[in-house]
T-cell receptor
Framework: GQNIDQPTEMTATEGAIVQINCTYQ??????LFWYQQHAGEAPTFLSY????GLEEKGRFSSFLSRSKGYSYLLLKELQMKDSASYLC??????????FGKGTRLSVIA | DAGITQSPRYKITETGRQVTLMCHQT?????MFWYRQDLGHGLRLIYY???????DKGEVPDGYVVSRSKTENFPLTLESATRSQTSVYFC????????????FGEGSWLTVV
């Protein structure tokens, strides 16, 4: 089976940097995804990592260490609109995506 | 480009009634999925389908039935709704497994009273 852990809630200040961690245990590994979900809306794709290292996409970056079963999502220059839930999801082998419970990020002025 | 659409978006039904949530995608994606999202549980997979006429159970399939007679449609039926099935239901699709991103519909809010 798969087990995915991420913090339940985080708060950060507008303009700051925040790191959301995700640890996972899975049999087989075929990629780690991050999704953003605003309240009352559907999740939207942010990033995908399958190899170790950092993937940068504008203000958002995602890091993966397969040997440690660890990933983080880094959000820079935080804006109020970044207040949302961030979902870590893992695909093990040829199985569908399994999601963590999500981290609710509140950006305050 | 409509993408992936769900209907109804909001539904209130009574315990014991049958309810069908519809999902339609215009991308010709092979894979389609149904997830439910509940506070404290996150997104949990109910059923998925790799192609027309191929379906598989996910983590929480009990009380649900799916079919996939056409590639573009993947309806989810609650045969006899229970209060524990009050949830937000998301349909999703992807081209294949592996590294392909899955794309979500807007969600169907279902309340069972």
């Amino acid at each position: 089976g798969q087990n995915i852990d991420q913090p339940t809630e985080m708060t950060a200040t507008e303009g700051a940097i925040v790191q959301i961690n995700c640890t996972y245990q899975t049999s087989g590994f075929n990629g780690l995804f991050w999704y953003q979900q605003h309240a009352g809306e559907a999740p939207t794709f942010l990033s995908y990592n399958v190899l170790d290292g950092l993937e940068e996409k504008g203000r958002f970056s995602s890091f993966l260490s397969r040997s440690k079963g660890y990933s983080y999502l880094l959000l820079k220059e935080l804006q109020m609109k970044d207040s949302a839930s961030y979902l870590c999801a893992v695909r093990g082998g040829n199985t569908p995506l399994v999601f963590g419970k999500g981290t609710r990020l509140s950006v305050i002025a | 480009d409509a993408g992936i659409t769900q209907s109804p978006r909001y539904k209130i039904t009574e315990t014991g009634r049958q309810v069908t949530l519809m999902c339609h995608q215009t991308w010709s994606h092979s894979y389609m999925f149904w997830y439910r999202q509940d506070l404290g549980h996150g997104l949990r997979l109910i059923y998925y389908s790799a192609a027309a006429d191929i379906t598989d159970k996910g983590e929480v399939p009990d009380g649900y039935v799916v079919s996939r007679s056409k590639t573009e449609n993947f309806p989810l039926t609650l045969e006899s709704a229970t209060r524990s099935q009050t949830s937000v239901y998301f349909c999703a699709s992807s081209e294949q497994q592996g590294g392909n991103t899955i794309y979500f519909g807007e969600g169907s809010w279902l309340t069972v009273v």
